[in-house]
């Protein structure tokens, strides 16, 4: 079945660069993306990446991809305190539907 | 562009009522929207999937007679949570896929999310 995993929580110092890990199981997905979401509020895609990629660079962020291990990480640089959140891979199914399913989230927390 | 907007931010209702929530796409056209339940610090779960003027498809485990969704125009969905009771408390997202001037196809745009609390 589509199923998502993460790590549930990463701590880093100001400035460092971060790393958050996603697996996924369903080897036919075509999208995979990572959203940032703020306490209280809604969910903003913060980059995505189609599954016949190996990487994507916007500026601070970078996305690795190996569809072999089905294994997608999203590294920030330079991480700044307003980075702290919590943020979501998710994996898009190729039905037509088009649903997300999403890992659990991942917690980043920067320390000054 | 992609602006989805939900109201209420939050609400507060005895248990027993029924609470509508309304997600609306500002500025393009949403042909599917999509409704989340987020349990706190957990990770969203897809509730339903509407397309405009059909009925709704529920997720396996989600009772349609509780969770009333209606997309009956092509910028507005409403769910509607009846008889609600204390363990239906929980934050709502809902999503919004369509057509429009710098819209990414196929791409959802979140709304910003309803807290519901039923005492």
């Known amino acids: 079945g589509e199923d998502v995993e993460q790590s549930l929580f990463l701590s880093v110092r100001e400035g460092d660069s971060s790393v958050i890990n996603c697996t996924y199981t369903d080897s036919s997905s075509t999208y995979l993306y990572w959203y940032k979401q703020e306490p209280g509020a809604g969910l903003q895609l913060l980059t995505y990446i189609f599954s016949n990629m190996d990487m994507k660079q916007d500026q601070r962020l970078t996305v690795l991809l190996n569809k072999k291990d089905k294994h997608l990480s999203l590294r920030i640089a330079d991480t700044q305190t307003g980075d702290s959140a919590i943020y979501f891979c998710?994996?898009?199914?190729?039905?037509?539907?088009?649903?997300?399913?999403f890992g659990q989230g991942t917690t980043l927390q920067v320390k000054p | 562009g992609a602006v989805v907007s939900q109201h209420p931010s939050w609400v507060i209702c005895k248990s027993g009522t029924s609470v509508k929530i309304e997600c609306r796409s500002l500025d393009f056209q949403a042909t599917t929207m999509f409704w989340y339940r987020q349990f706190p610090k957990q990770s969203l779960m897809l509730m339903a999937t509407s397309n405009e003027g059909s009925k709704a498809t529920y997720e396996q485990g989600v009772e349609k007679d509780k969770f009333l969704i209606n997309h009956a125009s092509l910028t507005l969905s409403t769910l509607t949570v009846t008889s609600a009771h204390p363990e239906d408390s929980s934050f709502y997202i809902c999503?919004?896929?369509?057509?429009?001037?710098?819209?990414?196809?196929?791409?959802?745009?979140f709304g910003p999310g309803t807290r519901l609390t039923v005492t």
């Open positions: 998710a994996e898009r199914t190729p039905s037509n539907t088009g649903k997300l399913i």
């Open positions: 999503s919004a896929r369509g057509t429009g001037r710098g819209l990414l196809t196929y791409e959802q745009y």
